[in-house]
């Protein structure tokens, strides 16, 4: 997967040499390029923003450097286009199933705001020729989207094919299935006057299944209630029901 990250501040993705997305990056599966915003301005302060046409407080930001830069990073005639995000407060909230359909696509450009955001005109005009999508990582305000670039792709890359040793962990973990995942144990079996529940040293894994599924739908009830109010009752099994 190709993907591109506009920044006035290309600095913060220097983690993304690390673990296991520079693990990705090494072996090619993610193909990373970021670029500096300031590269497309063309006065000597290279400036990126202006005040609010309308009044209010901040600054927006341009939009000739945006315009330059989708158009140096798009490539023409491209099937499919790039899919163009953008990390917004005001865009829909990320999710797993959101997560799939990014890593889906061959070519992601991550447009990171800073201030007040990016002049519409520019996400309006990007739209003629690519699909553009607003990103909210959740209901509060960062100081701009870089943050939660490094956040998505790293929710991303972990589902591209090879990235991850063992891809059942996918299947299993929380959100996977609409439920957040059971509780974890490992060695030593009793730790400061705690013991590791019994049936998960039992070696009865139906017990074990049914186990993990009743603490999974016991979290989320207490955590989520929003989560199990959206599982349909094919998610749900008969013994679900019935405990
Ligand atoms: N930029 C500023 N706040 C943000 C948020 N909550 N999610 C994504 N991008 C942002």
């Given amino acids: 997967m190709r993907v591109d990250v506009i920044s006035i501040f290309p600095d913060y993705f220097a983690p993304l040499d690390l673990s296991l997305i520079g693990k990705a990056r090494a072996s090619g599966v993610l193909d990373l390029g970021v670029h500096d915003l300031r590269t497309w301005t063309h006065d000597v302060h290279r400036t990126v ?36 995000l953008v990390p917004s407060p005001v865009g829909v909230p990320f999710t797993q199933a ?13 447009a990171c705001g800073r201030y007040e955001g990016i002049d519409q005109r520019v ?17 509060y305000v960062l100081f701009g989207g870089e943050v939660a670039v490094i956040v998505m792709l790293e929710a991303i890359t972990r589902l ?10 996918l299947d299993e973990e929380s959100h996977a299935h609409g439920l957040l995942e059971a509780p974890v144990y490992t060695k030593p079996p009793t730790w400061r006057e705690q013991d590791v529940p019994e049936i998960l ?26 989560m199990l109010a959206r599982l349909s009752t094919e998610q749900l099994d008969k013994r679900d029901v019935a405990t």
């Fill in 160 to 169: 591209l094919p090879g990235v991850l040793g063992n891809a059942d962990s």
């Fill in 98 to 110: 959101l997560a799939y359909e990014f890593a889906a696509e061959p070519h992601l450009i991550f």
């Fill in 123 to 139: 996400l309006a005009h990007a739209e003629t020729r690519m699909p553009v999508t607003e990103v909210s990582l959740g209901d």
């Fill in 201 to 226: 040293r039992s070696g009865d894994h139906g017990r074990i299944a049914r186990w993990r599924r009743d603490e999974a739908l016991r979290r989320t009830a207490a955590r989520r209630p929003d």
């Fill in 49 to 84: 923003d202006d005040t609010p046409y309308g009044g209010g407080p901040g600054m927006v930001m341009r939009p000739e450097p945006w315009g330059e830069a989708l158009d140096a990073l798009v490539p023409p005639g491209a099937t499919p286009p790039p899919r163009l």
